[in-house]
């Protein structure tokens, strides 16, 4: 017979699950492995709210393994540190995002592109390879093999930086690749929410000029007065849409959301890159003539590697950038899901782990 979540690994934790489609996370016990020789333990102190949390939830995406403890924005301080770790000591604000082991091998995690290795566990509701399956940061603590821990910047709060584990590293990793970064060159952000709005940031760090691309008018002043966006262009504005066609050098497209991918291309110049990091759940129409017309380029990206996320949390650091977060209670996260549906927040919740979990 099967071991129960809470029995089949020696040390408890605590967190909350799903455990079903409808997504409600409830109190739920559970057990995480022992330190091995190459392993972190870490007290969880925040943890971010990301739209794949929600997606996994409510198994959106048709590979959800209930219960599952979401959560892959994790920091907090290290507890215990295995024998052949000498990277970090006990007490090292660090951090873990999206992936927590790969095989090690291959031509990805050779190049230090562990996030496209073929074995990639992730953090939450993946295989692991002791034949259990992982758990997010919804929980009080993490054991996590040493190579996929971030060292946090003193200078940056543990809090509003924990998005950058996924959020952040999601934008700035495509924008390094597709050489997004060329001072002086247009940049356009479509989407304003938790990865846009950490967008804006980098590309005004990378001497860009920013456009937001929204539907939402009401956007506008966030974007343009509280987030520094040089310019806002509303997409159901024909004439200003018009007007903006054939300006933009780069666009970097947040939206989850089915929409089309014509009206983005419309506004890139010969020789434009339109990026895409949102996850939509139905698969988007693709456009051949504005490519070929405009010799364009249509890519895509997912979060980063461990070397280049370490680079991004450095990066944050230098230019003080961090997201844009409202701090809730672990018993506050259904209520926080139904709000992200609606995409009200800004811009992104995070949890208050260690003082949510205190007394459970």
Not at 215 to 226: C, F, G, L, Q, R
Not at 284 to 310: A, C, D, H, Y
Request: charged share 20%; hydrophobic share 40%.
């Amino acid at each position: 017979m099967a071991k129960s979540p809470e029995n089949q690994l020696p040390l408890k934790s605590f967190g909350y699950a799903a455990k079903d489609t409808s997504g409600t996370l409830s109190p739920f016990h559970f057990s995480r492995r022992e330190n091995g020789p190459d392993d972190v333990a870490i007290k969880i102190l925040f943890c971010g709210v990301c739209h794949s949390d929600l997606h996994t939830a409510t198994n959106e995406w048709g590979f959800t393994t209930y219960p599952v403890v979401p959560g892959h924005e994790i920091v907090g301080v290290v507890t215990k540190t295995g024998a052949n770790v000498k990277k970090f000591k006990e007490g090292d604000r660090v951090g873990v995002g999206v992936m927590v082991e790969s095989c090690k091998e291959c031509d990805s995690c050779q190049q230090d592109l562990e996030n496209y290795c073929p074995k990639l566990v992730l953090t939450y509701n993946s295989p692991y390879y002791d034949g259990t399956r992982t758990q997010g940061g919804y929980s009080d603590f993490v054991v996590v093999h040493q190579r996929y821990i971030l060292q946090f910047p003193e200078n940056l709060p543990l809090d509003a930086g924990a998005p950058l584990l996924c959020a952040g590293i999601t934008v700035y990793s495509p924008m390094k690749y597709y050489g997004m970064t060329e001072p002086g060159k247009h940049l356009g952000v479509a989407g304003l929410g938790g990865l846009g709005h950490v967008a804006i940031k980098f590309g005004k760090a990378f001497g860009l000029k920013v456009t937001v691309i929204s539907s939402s008018p009401n956007k506008e002043s966030e974007a343009i007065d509280k987030l520094g966006a040089d310019a806002f262009l509303l997409s159901t504005d024909p004439a200003k849409f018009k007007a903006a066609v054939g300006t933009m050098d780069y666009i970097i497209d947040t939206i989850s959301a089915v929409h089309s991918l014509t009206s983005l291309l419309a506004l890139l110049k010969m020789n434009g890159k339109l990026v895409t990091v949102g996850l939509p759940s139905k698969p988007l129409e693709l456009p051949i003539f504005p490519l070929v017309m405009g010799r364009k380029l249509i890519g895509g990206s997912n979060f980063g590697g461990i070397k280049e996320t370490q680079e991004m949390l450095e990066f944050c650091g230098k230019h003080n950038i961090t997201a844009d977060i409202e701090l809730i209670k672990m018993d506050e996260i259904n209520t926080a899901m139904a709000r992200l549906v609606k995409s009200d927040v800004k811009y992104r919740f995070v949890i208050d782990v260690a003082n949510s979990l205190k007394s459970s």
